[in-house]
Every structure is written in structure tokens, then in C-alpha cells.
């Protein structure tokens, strides 16, 4: 089980693929949209975007490794600033947030 603070949006694998490049870094800010890192299944390129605005807590995956269906790939927190937030601490992580509750994300593949 992943430990993650509240409001935390897991992106996940949607199948058995290798990682063919990884776009972003811990701590790095992105928006809703923004390509995270892209999959490759049977010579197809899956783009893993951000659901929502926020800032990359966890990168668990690196460039070459193999994933698992459902697998947690990025660990994404919501937009830092505004009213209202607190400290969380996550491991060696400590990022400020709002938020109730983890939300997981799968990466639904684009059908052209």
C-alpha cells in the first residue's frame, strides 16, 4: 500500500508496458494536461498526462522500467497556494496542500 497524504491523485498504468520517456522530476509544478511520461505496449505510445494542477510528490518510475497493469506510476498533490493549506509531511517529502482524500487515476489511452 502507498502511503500518500490526503488529496493526493495516483496516476496509474493501464496496462503491461515499459516507460519509453519520462517528462517531469519530484517537486516540478504542472498543470492539468501536461504529458508526465509515455508508455510503450507492442510498439504504441501511451501518453500518462496530469489529471489536475499540481506539483509531482512521487516519480516511481524511471526511463526502460517495466510496469504492471494498475500499476501507481506518478503520485501528483493539488496546486500549492491559497488560503486554507497545510504542512504535509510524506517520508523525505514535505510539500503544503489541501485536500481530503487520494483519488487514483488510471491513463486512458487515446484512440485515434
Known sequence: MLDVPEGAVLVDAPFVA???KVDVVEGQ???AGEQLLSL???KMETAATSPIDGTILLLR?????QVRAGETL?????GLGGDGERLVHGGEHSL???GNSADRVAVVPEHS
Open 96 to 98: 503544503r496542500l489541501g
Open 74 to 78: 506518478v503520485v501528483v498533490v493539488p
Open 61 to 65: 518510475v524511471e526511463l526502460g522500467q
Open 29 to 31: 509544478t504542472v498543470v
Open 40 to 42: 510503450e505496449a507492442m
Open 18 to 20: 515499459h516507460v519509453w
